[in-house]
């Protein structure tokens, strides 16, 4: 399905689409955030979240809580401090037509709607394609630097920030605030890049993937020498925290940046129409090789400041602004074999394995296939893909990164079709457990679903062992040291088979001290195969102990009492991402109260009765959280996990200085004032959840002309009802 277009992907189809890539992208972000080892280029990375945003946009009701347009980053590596940014650093949506720009523009245009006569400007400006970074300046002096990280709480890098000579330690000039967070991109340039590739090999060290890579890398040394020999650069975009605005404009405010000190890009713009901006994209575009750095796209942002406000955010990004990247590379190799991956839910992915091609200087050596009707060429509804042809071992195809990212097949080259290629035959069974695999009956589409699905549950290992990598993953548990690699050695030495056992490893260390001695001992002997040279002087494995174990049952300890939401999200419930997570951990506040009204839902004939009506939460999610409560052979597991496992009851950080924060607010009748998502975008900005509906939880009744039954339920309730120029002067913005 990889390769299926998407507007010619089903909604089933876009909904599985979705998952795989949610999984994949968070994969590709620890091993590139966290690790510094990427196995994609940023290219190829980038053609993933370009497929995943462009089906989010036609299927808006199957966006994902666990999104990665709604992720930025990933958490913060250890061995660094860790820096809490005051305000988040966040990532940016993303274009990859000219008219996702003009959809872009005309959403901004509606919802400032009520101002007839405004007059919206754009800033234009190349998106640099390296590390983002925050320096954080008090007086005008340079005082802590930090990566982005997971977006909330990045790694603390002052001392290598300093060695980097674009970075002012002191500002120039005069006018900036007394405090204020530059941020911008640490870059590496092509000639820095191929000297650093010349010395190394010189030397026999490693080799280089591409220059943004290692960027990141030379930020994370432990020696700041290391990274001040990278002579890496910097250009300055944007501000985090600051006491004040630096100027009235996004333009304006770069330029203060070039007066204090620092470089900004020459070929930023501001414009106000389509054409404009897009005729910058296109002349940025005609530069990018002559540039002497990575570049991949244009970012078009609001320039009025009080309008990027005013517009606000949603989960992981700005509304105001959004990144055109530019088109993907493409290359031809060969398919050398096709595998079929389990996955946490039963799903059977097919994966391509190709001779390795470079595309953009990245290296693929594996593409999605998505399902069997995809490999065969077309979509869900029969129509054909890729002109109908079918892939099939040894055929020639073209490759392409999506968005320069995620690597998928334009095409098969039939005129290269080998004489004895044949069609591929996909599984019917299981390839792990041997259960049967069976593609079930959409409900809303009376069609049948385009993946197939193992129907082993708890007796299929590869579920069994996807379910427990997601529960100790970072974005759920993040337990340190049991990662894929141990949970897989545990789970087939018998040591762990639920969520439970892993908290209760303790109790069988000599059993697991064995496990991972003997790993160890058949790692040693297969080195020793490899080299012909035999170890002398070897300790048994009763004698020999894992150094890491305490360490490893601290990290399994520290978590007994996780955020409710990451212990929701660690559940994996299908369809509940780590925003849905989010979302039920704030409306529901303890795991005893979801699970109260989760198994009260799943006995209902109608969940709407019972399950309450929340903002972002569909049939989609109820149903999901139904045949996870109302399973019967989910309370064992859940109660020998909870014995375990505390979660802490959610409460929510109440922003100081607005009388609205914290408290549930409901917009009922017609705004004259403003309109109805810009009321929604103010509310939450202060820190006030906005329900949908009128309950006993809603604090705070706005009612504007033509409200309805909702007026008599607040009056019923006792809640307080207020008019549209009382909210405006309750929170501050009347006159």
């Not at 005729?279 to 530069?287: C, N």
């Not at 700005?318 to 990144?323: D, I, K, L, N, S």
């Not at 056992?501 to 991972?516: C, G, N």
Request: glycine residues 8%.
């Amino acid at each position: 399905m990889s390769e299926k277009p998407v507007e010619s992907l089903s909604e089933s189809e876009a909904e599985q689409e979705l998952k795989r890539l949610a999984a994949e992208i968070a994969e590709h972000d620890r091993r590139y955030h966290t690790e510094d080892a990427p196995t994609i280029s940023d290219a190829e990375y980038d053609a993933l979240a370009r497929r995943n945003l462009a089906i989010e946009e036609r299927f808006p009701d199957l966006v994902r809580d666990d999104s990665p347009s709604r992720r930025v980053g990933a958490p913060p590596a250890e061995g660094f401090a860790k820096v809490r940014h005051a305000v988040p650093m966040l990532s940016l949506a993303k274009a990859y037509t000219d008219q996702d720009v003009a959809d872009f523009i005309e959403r901004g245009r509606r919802f400032f709607d009520r101002d007839k006569d405004l007059d919206i400007a754009f800033t234009a400006e190349p998106k640099i394609d390296g590390l983002s970074a925050s320096l954080r300046y008090e007086n005008g002096v340079f005082v802590q630097g930090a990566t982005r990280g997971d977006g909330a709480v990045g790694e603390d890098i002052t001392a290598n920030l300093k060695t980097i000579a674009d970075i002012p330690k002191k500002l120039q000039g005069s006018g900036w605030p007394e405090v204020i967070e530059i941020r911008g991109e640490v870059y590496m340039t092509y000639a820095e890049f191929e000297a650093l590739k010349q010395r190394s090999a010189a030397t026999g060290g490693q080799d280089y993937v591409n220059p943004r890579n290692t960027a990141a890398g030379s930020l994370r040394q432990k020696d700041p020498s290391v990274t001040a020999s990278r002579n890496l650069k910097f250009f300055a975009y944007a501000w985090g925290y600051a006491t004040a605005d630096p100027a009235p404009t996004q333009y304006d405010s770069v330029q203060k940046f070039k007066e204090w000190g620092f470089k900004v890009s020459p070929l930023m713009v501001r414009a106000k129409s389509i054409d404009e901006l897009i005729a910058q994209y296109h002349h940025i575009e005609e530069l990018r090789s002559s540039l002497g750095y990575d570049i991949d796209g244009v970012v078009y942002k609001v320039d009025q400041l009080e309008l990027q406000r005013r517009w606000g955010f949603v989960t992981g990004e700005p509304r105001w602004a959004v990144a055109h990247k530019f088109p993907a590379e493409q290359a031809m190799t060969t398919v050398e074999k096709i595998d079929i991956q389990v996955g946490r839910t039963g799903t059977l992915a097919p994966v391509a394995r190709l001779a390795p091609v470079t595309v953009g200087g990245v290296v693929v050596e594996n593409v999605t296939l998505h399902n069997e009707d995809y490999i065969k060429g077309f979509d869900s509804n029969g129509q054909p893909i890729r002109d109908g042809i079918d892939v099939r071992i040894g055929d020639t195809v073209v490759i392409q990164r999506a968005g320069d990212v995620i690597p998928q097949i334009v095409s098969v080259v039939i005129g290269k079709r080998p004489a004895n290629a044949v069609p591929y035959e996909f599984p019917h069974t299981c390839p792990v457990c041997g259960s049967p695999a069976t593609r079930e009956i959409n409900e809303k589409t009376g069609k049948e679903d385009s993946r197939r699905r193992c129907t082993g549950e708890l007796i299929c290992a590869a579920q069994a062992v996807e379910r427990l990598r997601h529960f100790v993953s970072r974005g759920a548990m993040d337990i340190e040291g049991l990662g894929a690699e141990n949970i897989d050695l545990f789970f087939n030495a018998g040591l762990v088979k639920t969520a439970a056992d892993i908290f209760t490893l303790k109790d069988r260390r000599p059993a697991v001290t064995k496990a991972l001695a003997e790993r160890r001992e058949e790692q040693a002997r297969l080195r020793e195969e490899a080299s012909g040279k035999t170890r002398k002087n070897v300790r048994s494995i009763e004698e020999r102990n894992y150094e890491g174990l305490d360490k490893l049952f601290a990290a399994i300890d520290a978590r007994r009492e996780p955020e409710l939401d990451r212990f929701i999200f660690a559940l994996g419930i299908r369809h509940i991402g780590e925003t849905t997570a989010a979302v039920l951990a704030r409306q529901f506040s303890t795991i005893e109260e979801l699970i109260r009204v989760g198994k009260e839902t799943a006995k209902a004939e109608d969940p709407h009765t019972v399950f309450p009506s929340i903002n972002g939460i569909g049939d989609t999610v109820i149903n999901a959280l139904r045949d996870f409560f109302g399973n019967e052979r989910n309370d064992d597991v859940l109660d020998a996990l909870l014995a375990q496992v505390h979660p802490k009851p959610y409460v929510m950080e109440i922003s100081a200085g607005s009388e609205v924060s914290g408290k549930t607010v409901v917009f009922t009748g017609s705004l004259e004032k403003m309109t109805r998502s810009e009321a929604k975008a103010m509310a939450e900005r202060l820190g006030a959840k906005v329900a949908g509906s009128v309950s006993a939880k809603t604090d705070l009744v706005v009612a504007g002309p033509g409200a309805g039954s909702k007026l008599k339920v607040a009056s019923d309730l006792g809640i307080e009802v207020i008019d549209e120029d009382t909210w405006l002067q309750r929170i501050g913005r009347a006159g």
